[in-house]
């Protein structure tokens, strides 16, 4: 049973009529797991080989893809400066994919603060000012990263993986003859909008849940407490996010 939920089971079940499932997808940065749980008698419990999942889609994979979108646009001379400074110093690299993590988190928690993890080159972030590009063009970096061609998906991309997921649990419930009561989305990658727009397309009758907590409220398909804390923010709230 995932952690986030072993506290909130009494408020969940409720929303569990007997003998009725609930799906939880753990979006994460390295797998995405899928467990289905059956309301009995007002306990969840697991359903027999229904935990399933992707043990490569994680959203590690975007880093890459957002590192790339910086890059193209950068100042010529910015861009020919930064390939000079790898050559000479490649192990750099990784450490501003890292940053371009940060911008991601930033982008889609704008209470997450960017941090710093190791020292970079001075030279290496005055040729990449992510600080800048990123709250600029973050929906169109953005909208790029997840329809990028990625070689971990064979020229897929993340969101065409996303789909597969998602219909890996669709035929799940087809084959039970029912949909879903409720599907919990959690983990951080879970926070991106086109996952709860995709699963809420997919299951239109399924109480959708992204994050802790929201099982209380009433409405149908329940986004977090804010909806800021779903879509990304605007620059102005992503270049506060961004400042190290």
């Not at 009725?20 to 997808?25: A, D, F």
């Not at 590192?67 to 990784?94: H, M, T």
């Not at 909008?193 to 299951?203: H, I, S």
């Amino acid at each position: 049973k995932p952690k986030q939920m072993a506290g909130q089971e009494n408020d969940i079940v409720r929303w569990i009529p007997d003998g009725k499932y609930l799906v939880t997808i753990d979006w994460g940065s390295s797998t995405t797991d899928i467990t289905s749980m059956e309301n009995r008698g007002g306990k969840l419990n697991l359903i027999k080989d229904s935990e399933s999942g992707n043990m490569w889609l994680g959203a590690r994979y975007l880093d890459r893809a957002i590192y790339e979108a910086v890059v193209r646009r950068l100042k010529d001379e910015d861009r020919r400066q930064l390939e000079v400074s790898l050559v000479d110093n490649p192990q750099e690299q990784p450490r501003l994919v890292a940053f371009c993590r940060f911008a991601k988190e930033a982008y889609f928690n704008a209470t997450a603060p960017m941090r710093e993890t190791g020292s970079f080159m001075v030279l290496a972030v005055r040729y990449f000012p992510i600080d800048e590009i990123f709250p600029a063009h973050c929906q169109e970096i953005m909208a790029e990263a997840v329809n990028a061609p990625l070689p971990e998906f064979d020229g897929r991309s993340w969101l065409d993986e996303c789909r597969r997921l998602l219909e890996q649990v669709l035929k799940f419930s087809e084959n039970r003859g029912c949909p879903p009561a409720a599907i919990y989305l959690t983990g951080g990658a879970s926070k991106m909008d086109f996952v709860f727009e995709q699963t809420t397309a997919l299951f239109p009758d399924a109480r959708v849940v992204a994050g802790a907590g929201s099982f209380r409220k009433s409405s149908n398909n329940i986004r977090r407490h804010s909806a800021r804390t779903c879509r990304g923010p605007g620059r102005r709230t992503a270049k506060r996010a961004l400042r190290v």
